[in-house]
């Protein structure tokens, strides 16, 4: 596709359901980003894939929170038993790589409410 | 620890009001600078990528700027569409590196 594609676009969960929130990334991009989005915040970054490798999931917040990226594409972010303070705006995004393509471009975002 | 820091955290300009919007970084080695903006609803639009300090690139109203400490977006002559909230970001050079955003500026543009 043209672009990042994220969905579902919104998912409402009951408090202890497990939810998952998938990533669609612009072909051919090695990387792959997910941040979570407060409101009137700006994106805090969770996980970090090249290609099939996780290389830093040190903003995870706990082990609740588990993302794959089995053949690197499509990539999941599982979250299990949720919580009220998880609902916010999950953001996935993708780069390129190289020397001087290292921006990163977003999809929509998935907003997840806990309730 | 790497750190963003972005001002003032809101700005409302007039139409035609010219301003600049400030993002102070803290970075080991600087891998790229980002400017996004953002609608509400929606993700992060990319507009810049600068490099090095005393580059500067441009796109319709706006400009961006960076030293080695700083980056500024220029807004020249603002139009009501280009109320939104604008992100910097930094990338750090190294294997492995995240992007790391700032809370952002809501700039708002009266008619």
């Known amino acids: 596709g043209a672009g990042v594609s994220q969905s579902p676009r919104y998912k409402v969960a009951k408090r202890g359901q497990d939810v998952a929130l998938r990533c669609d990334p612009i072909?051919?991009?090695?990387?792959l980003f997910w941040y979570q989005q407060a409101l009137g915040q700006g994106p805090e970054f969770l996980t970090y894939?090249?290609?099939?490798?996780?290389?830093?999931k040190s903003g995870l917040p706990s082990d609740r929170f588990f993302a794959e990226r089995p053949e690197g594409s499509v990539s999941t972010l599982k979250i299990q038993r949720t919580q009220q303070e998880d609902s916010a705006v999950y953001l996935c995004?993708?780069?390129?790589?190289?020397?001087?393509?290292?921006?990163?471009?977003f999809g929509q975002g998935t907003r997840l409410t806990v309730v | 620890e790497d750190q963003v820091t972005q001002s003032p955290e809101a700005l409302r300009l007039q139409e035609g009001e010219s301003s600049s919007l400030n993002c102070s970084y803290t970075?080991?080695?600087?891998?790229?600078l980002f400017w996004y903006r953002q609608d509400p609803g929606k993700g992060p639009e990319f507009l810049f990528t600068?490099?090095?300090a005393g580059e500067e690139k441009e796109k319709e109203r706006l400009k961006a700027t960076l030293t080695k400490k700083e980056s500024f977006l220029h807004i020249t002559a603002p139009k009501p569409e280009d109320s939104a909230t604008y992100l910097c970001?930094?990338?750090?050079?190294?294997?492995?590196?995240?992007?790391?955003f700032g809370s952002g500026t809501r700039l708002s543009i009266r008619p």
């Open positions: 995004a993708s780069s390129l790589e190289g020397r001087e393509n290292t921006e990163a471009f």
């Open positions: 072909s051919g991009h090695v990387s």
């Open positions: 894939f090249q290609n099939e490798a996780q290389l830093d």
């Open positions: 970075v080991s080695g600087l891998r790229g």
């Open positions: 600068l490099y090095s």
């Open positions: 970001a930094v990338r750090e050079y190294s294997s492995a590196s995240k992007i790391i």
